[in-house]
């Protein structure tokens, strides 16, 4: 049965609201709520012979869920060996990162293997798309050209050519005919990205959605948008440098550990399947304040370079700033630095980057930040051969983290020949040679970027009741279990 109702409804965000109000109560803006009258439908028993039926599960059919490979190996990568046919892939990213290129590239490289691929293109005239393609080495005869706005344009031209990827660019200027309001609007982005979603598993059609992003780097409109697809990749990076990183913040085909990595160049985006080298590639050795941590992206180790600067300030609150790096972990470690192992940095400038646009969010890289500030304060270098592993607590202990193995393999392939670890980490490859330290004090002094002649150190009796101090004596750093003395 079919009963009719009247909504007022908002052209910017989408939100109904029983009657009309001058503000909107979802989104705040004023004059924006329309009449609408809705159709809706009451639940009745379903009886009849189409009646949907539970089946086991193991017997759903999968024949149709194996990823199909796009064509560039970093891609499949991070979608986990593919596209699946009828999947939806959102694709957000900065304006001039690269999405444009990216999903030109891909549909050309599906095309050339024998698929039919169709470009929707509402931001860009298909002349400059051509141009494009010509310059990427991605004209090909299996891809289609639609320079549209409108979802009816989009559905017609997928029912004539009937490929087996649609690339939408981007959903944000899409148009639906049958829904109030301007391009890029709540109730827009998310009526278009419903019927890109429906027509995509009506066809068993892979489809690419393009989306912008907005200030503070999440993707613009509705949280429903995200909700509705299958897979959200980011596409990111520093403007200033070639790197791109691509990763997967949602898949439901697999894991969102993978990433991506690509150079941006003249003909488009480079996979780099050995990055290490082009993040080490300008490195300078004998530098105070730079150290080398393995990091790990899904399961690719990646060393990077991070690097740390102290000056004095005269300010009565010294500036404290990071790049790629996060600043609440910077801000623990220089607690831990000045608490455990004496350095006074109350009155200098921190500045904490990592080389070559890359984000450290993992805990691993925090014994190597807290050397590069104690490097540079010191004004020592850290030796070329060493990299650094491990998670600092507020304790000033130093914890393990995953992978140890993986990270130390990919060092030493790289040529480093020690690893400074905490106490308890897995013994490194052949090649590679341990030094390890159960605190951040141990593992500075290790390096010879402290002295703790003259400090103090906390310790426990044999009963293990109460803690006593001992004077660590001899002008040679204390030789901690299991390291050279």
């Known amino acids: 049965m079919t009963r009719l109702r009247t909504t007022h409804r908002c052209s910017e965000c989408g939100g109904d609201a029983a009657q009309w109000q001058g503000r909107c109560p979802s989104c705040g803006e004023w004059n924006t709520l329309v009449e609408h009258v809705v159709e809706t439908k009451t639940v009745a028993a379903a009886t009849g012979v189409n009646r949907l039926r ?4 193991g017997e759903v059919d999968d024949s149709d869920g194996d990823p199909v490979p796009t064509g560039i190996g970093e891609l499949d990568r991070v979608l986990g060996g593919g596209m699946v046919p009828g999947s939806v892939t959102l694709l957000g990213g900065e304006p001039g990162i690269g999405k444009s290129t990216l999903v030109l590239q891909a549909l050309a490289a599906r095309a050339r293997g ?3 691929c169709l470009l929707v293109t509402a931001e860009e005239s298909a002349r400059q798309v051509r141009t494009r393609a010509e310059r990427l080495g991605a004209v090909e005869p299996g891809l289609f050209l639609l320079a549209a706005s409108s979802t009816a344009d989009v559905v017609a031209a997928v029912e004539e050519i009937d490929p087996d990827v649609l690339a939408v660019d981007s959903v944000q200027t899409m148009v639906d005919p049958e829904i109030g309001g301007t391009p890029g609007s709540v109730a827009q982005v998310r009526g278009v990205a419903a019927a890109l979603v429906a027509l995509a598993k009506q066809r068993s059609m892979a489809t690419v959605i393009v989306g912008h992003v907005t200030k503070d780097g999440s ?3 509705p949280r429903v948008l995200e909700h509705v697809v299958d897979t959200v990749l980011s596409f990111d990076g520093d403007r200033h440098h ?10 439901r085909f697999g894991a969102t550990g993978e990433l991506g990595l690509f150079e941006l160049g003249e003909l488009g985006l480079t996979g780099l399947p050995d990055p290490s080298g082009l993040f080490l590639g300008d490195r300078r050795l004998g530098v ?6 393995p990091a790990l992206e899904g399961s690719r180790p990646l060393l990077v370079e991070v690097q740390a600067l102290l000056v004095e300030s005269e300010l009565p609150s010294p500036r404290r700033a990071s790049h790629g790096l996060d600043s609440g972990r910077q801000a623990k470690l220089l607690a831990v630095l000045e608490r455990h192992c004496g350095l006074k940095l109350g009155k ?7 080389v070559g646009g890359v984000r450290l969010a993992e805990p691993a890289a925090d014994l190597a930040l807290a050397m590069a500030i104690a490097s540079a304060a010191a004004g020592l270098p850290v030796p070329p051969d060493v990299v650094v592993i491990g998670e600092v607590g507020l304790a000033g202990e130093i914890r393990q983290v995953a992978h140890t193995p993986r990270r130390l393999a990919e060092a030493g392939r790289l040529g480093f020949r020690r690893a400074v670890l905490p106490a308890g980490a897995p013994a490194p490859p052949e090649g590679v040679t341990a030094l390890r330290a159960a605190d951040l004090s141990t593992a500075l002094a ?9 400090r103090r150190a ?5 009963a293990g009741a109460r803690p006593v101090l001992v004077a660590v004596a001899g002008g040679r750093h204390p030789r901690a279990p299991g390291l050279p003395g």
């Open 288 to 293: 105070p304040g730079s150290v080398v941590v």
């Open 458 to 462: 906390p310790a426990h009796d044999h």
């Open 219 to 221: 993707l613009a409109g």
């Open 114 to 116: 024998g698929r039919r």
């Open 242 to 251: 070639a790197l791109r990183l691509l990763r997967a913040v949602k898949h």
């Open 348 to 354: 200098f400038d921190v500045h904490t980057s990592v």
């Open 54 to 57: 539970p089946v086991p599960i």
């Open 446 to 454: 290790v390096l010879g970027l402290i002295d703790r002649s003259e």
